[in-house]
């Protein structure tokens, strides 16, 4: 079983001030914005750790640590690219990404397309490997408090 890997990762950030969120590298219009050193994108952070810990890479802050001030602001398709970078010179590919974001708001649906291009094309994929969905949590937790969102996603590798 060494053709194939899999990894999991889970990325949580609070909302703060802005009238925008950043999910899957799409800018959606929203009444709050997200706390965080980059531009607070949970899809792509959580792909990025479950990308990461498929190649026993360590996760994202090993990468792109927050206390390094060049990765403040910095768009998080820019990580996603790094990793895609890293699958490639260590012989693996995507063989399927599966994210679920968990918020009451914003809707994610309306922007799942669009998430995806922007997915596949940092990761030399095509769309239709790349799933991306929304729940909520039932009004329960910080994410039904509408506090923050997060997101989880599961990526498996296969030898390129």
């Excluded at 990325?11 to 009238?19: C, I, K, L, S």
């Excluded at 974001?101 to 940092?122: N, S």
């Excluded at 990761?123 to 937790?141: C, F, H, N, Q, Y």
């Amino acid at each position: 079983m060494t053709d194939i890997r899999i990894g999991q990762g889970y990325d949580v950030h609070a909302f703060g001030e802005g009238d925008h969120v950043v999910l899957g590298g799409v800018r959606i219009p929203h009444e709050r914005g997200v706390l965080a050193h980059s531009d607070g994108d949970v899809v792509i952070h959580a792909l990025c750790d479950a990308l990461l810990g498929a190649l026993a890479l360590g996760d994202i802050g090993v990468h792109f640590p927050p206390s390094e001030a060049r990765w403040k602001g910095a768009d998080s398709r820019v990580f996603l690219r790094h990793c895609a970078g890293l699958l490639a010179e260590r012989g693996w590919r995507l063989g399927n990404a599966d994210v679920t974001v968990v918020c009451e708001r914003p809707k994610v649906a309306p922007h799942a397309a669009a998430m995806r291009a922007h997915l596949a094309a940092d990761l030399g994929v095509e769309p239709d490997v790349i799933s991306v969905k929304a729940t909520t949590s039932e009004k329960l937790g910080f994410t039904g408090r509408g506090e923050g969102l997060a997101a989880m996603a599961v990526a498996l590798l296969v030898r390129a």
